[in-house]
């Protein structure tokens, strides 16, 4: 079994290097549905394997200086509150109950279905502000959206582990539809580290990590990342992303069956 989790890191790090979708929108489902990993465990080992992985990504759009801080400390502001009140719902609750663990289940089902939204619509969602600048925020309205979308973010991710990487991008072109694609993608990784971490440590403390799991999962996805970092420029994106769109499509379906 430690040898499938390591090709299954793998794979999934190859997948996120060459599409950019966050690992959470793969590796939850794949824990819980291949491998019959309970929801609750797979989220929080999911967290913490986030949480290490993004923090070596933010290290190097740090040194490209592509971050953009003013909007990570904005995101944070509403993210990393909302990611403590939700892991203190989850204790107060019982989050690896079974009745939890079924509600946070069809969370990661949810999760899923909106990432494929994002995948197929960000293009024309983008296309019809930069049609529409009248409808693009500004100023204290803005500040505010982005801090009301990290609250939201921050729940989602630490209820299902997913949303910081597809769904938080897409939402960050339509906030700041002129931030440069490395921008986007250099910000959106950049908060989601202290989210990951924090909603890990929540899930520590709830015991909802498989430790032994998160090692082997590591052991596969850092060189499946590399690799496929490596050739993002030699695949065809579409062809990927709508792969990817019909995989976890299925996948949502699954999971709400």
Known sequence: MTVTYVISGFAVGLLVGLTGVGGGSLMTPL???LFGVSPSVAVGTDLAFAS???????????LRNTVEWRVVRLLCAGAL???LLATLALKELGA???????????CIAI????TVVAILFRARMLAWLNAHPEKQLQGRALDAATIITGAVLGVLVTISSIGAGAIGATILVMLYPRM????IAGTDIAYAVP????AAIGHWWLGSINWELLGTLLVGSLPGITIGSLAAKAVPEKLLRGLLA???TAVAAKLML
Not at 96 to 106: A, F, N, T, W
């Open 195 to 198: 989210l990951t971490a924090i």
């Open 52 to 62: 290490i992985t993004k923090s070596a990504g933010t290290l190097t759009h740090r």
């Open 31 to 33: 824990l819980t549905l």
């Open 180 to 183: 440069s694609p490395a921008h």
């Open 96 to 106: 690896i109950s079974k009745e939890i663990g079924q509600i946070i289940r069809y």
């Open 111 to 114: 999760s899923v279905l909106l």
């Open 246 to 248: 019909v995989t976890l």
């Open 81 to 83: 509150p909302a990611a």
